[in-house]
């Protein structure tokens, strides 16, 4: 049982942090976490995302240590009460500490990596291939973003792809959302704006 929730609690916090900086994320494009099907280990490796500086990695060891090493001393430590009640709360602290820290480090990184892609510091997307047979609106401005090359990705899944084609008047502040799905039809199209 212990081991089990050694392996299961940080796994829990790590899906968290990576949940939350997916959903910040992409919020800041108008992109719901819900509209996407992210995988578990996608999570998982978004996750660490918010602990690429030092300083926030060190935070997170340290929350690690704290819980690893705090927890099977709770059963060799249970005749000593006050020893116990000290390590409960000490793993408590490290759990909710490197929860809500980890949810603020993942707001800060995922505000960070929106504001490269709206300053068009990211991978610029020469072309997506779209079905032939798509010829309305969207699709005329979706070539005509290609054209001049203002596509930018924003994320990609196996299902589906979300570009954003910042605009031409105020490129850093302005743009659309397409969600390109693998067949190559354009699902949606949104106008979005920053939101910092």
Known sequence: MEETLIAAVPVAALFLCGWAYLSFYLGAFAIDITEVAIPMPTILVFSLKPFAQWWSALLLFAG??????????????KKLRLKA???????????????????ELAKIAAEADAKRVW????????TVILDD???????KD??????????????????????LCRSTYNPQEYGSIFSILESGKIRARKWVGRKD
């Open 142 to 163: 979706y070539r005509a973003c290609a054209i001049r090359k203002g596509l930018v990705q924003v994320f990609a899944t196996d299902s589906q792809t979300f570009l």
């Open 64 to 77: 690690l240590c704290l819980f690893v090493f705090a927890f099977p001393c709770l059963s060799a430590t």
């Open 133 to 139: 047979t798509s010829s309305g609106e969207v699709e």
């Open 119 to 126: 300053e068009g510091k990211r991978a610029r997307v020469e």
């Open 85 to 103: 009640a000290l390590l409960q709360c000490s793993l408590l602290a490290a759990i909710v500490l490197s929860t809500f820290g980890g949810i």
